[in-house]
């Protein structure tokens, strides 16, 4: 499902002395199969964007094509056709943990599963909700029956990821993914969401102010800066200007940092700012 917003605009309070624009003019392509990442300074838009994607804020004015859902504001709306949509674009808000309510970890995952499909039989719920903890990493048959309030916080999260892909989405999209996360807990998330996009979900978006994060996993970024798209291309392109990033109140990736520290002493390292290329090209170099 390819994703295709041309001049999207958007307005909180719209009418009111206290409007205020989220989204300006906003021009995006996201292609299947992307890892795709949305960066910016709190209050860029970033947030009511992924939004968009799922009709959980309706779009105002402009163009918005999810797969063939067309969201437009003038496009026709079906109520059936946009709970379709909403099992095949899997949104994840920030602290998703906070959203378990159920009893035990089967009974919450399988609540999107039974609202999507409630016509499904209890065998295909139970079957959809064991693979999907299997998914997540967590064993079904020693964590299905538990409380999602005895867990830990990186296991309450998979919980809460593996409710959204029981639905088994073609979009999953991941509202700051590691945020509240100690070191070890954010390489297994993120080592998850790649075993995802690999597997399942065909294109995965995340909103991340981990730069990181960012350079490290995504093919290709999207920087929003006071409700405008200012940047886009790969990582690489990205964050080749790292002045205008400064500007942006944004920061390089430590990949970045340290290319742009080599090249002010005279040492150019041409890489794609994951952690593995910039070794090898730092190994190249010093062969040389």
């Known amino acids: 499902m390819q994703i295709i917003a041309k ?30 990442g949305i960066i910016g300074h709190t209050g860029s838009g970033k947030s009511t964007f992924i939004q968009h994607l799922n009709a959980l804020v309706p779009v105002q004015e402009g163009v918005l094509k999810v797969g ?15 709970k379709t949509l909403r099992s095949k674009v899997g949104m994840v808000f920030q602290y998703p943990e906070y959203q378990l309510f159920e009893d035990t970890v089967f009974k919450d995952v399988a609540f999107g599963f039974s609202n999507f499909f409630p016509q499904a039989s209890k065998r295909e719920t139970a079957d959809a909700v064991y693979e999907a ?8 048959e020693k964590y299905a029956e538990r409380s999602p309030f005895d867990l830990s916080g990186g296991q309450k999260r998979r919980v809460a990821i593996a409710g959204v892909i029981v639905t088994r989405p073609e979009i999953l999209v991941l509202d ?7 070191p070890k807990g954010k390489r297994e998330l993120m080592k998850l969401l790649r075993t995802l996009h ?15 994060e960012v350079a490290e996993n995504c ?16 990582p690489k392109d990205v964050f080749s200007d790292a002045e205008e990033i400064k ?14 520290t080599l090249k002010s002493k005279g040492v150019n ?17 010093k062969r040389g």
């Open 7 to 36: 001049g999207l605009n958007f307005v909180y309070n719209k009418k009111t002395k206290f409007s205020v624009k989220a989204l300006d003019n906003v021009d995006l392509t996201i292609d299947e199969g992307d890892f795709f």
């Open 68 to 82: 063939d859902y067309d969201l437009s504001a003038n496009a026709k709306k079906d109520k059936k056709a946009l």
């Open 133 to 140: 903890l299997s998914l997540v990493g967590l064993d079904p």
């Open 176 to 182: 700051e993914p590691v945020a509240g996360l100690d």
């Open 198 to 212: 690999e597997k399942e979900s065909k294109t995965i978006i995340i909103v991340s102010h981990d730069m990181d």
């Open 219 to 234: 093919n290709k970024v999207a920087v929003f800066s006071e409700g405008k798209i200012v940047r886009k291309g790969t």
């Open 247 to 260: 500007k942006l109140r944004l920061d390089l990736p430590l990949t970045g940092y340290l290319c742009q």
């Open 269 to 285: 390292v041409d890489c794609d700012l994951t952690e593995e290329d910039f070794i090898r090209k730092i190994q190249e170099i």
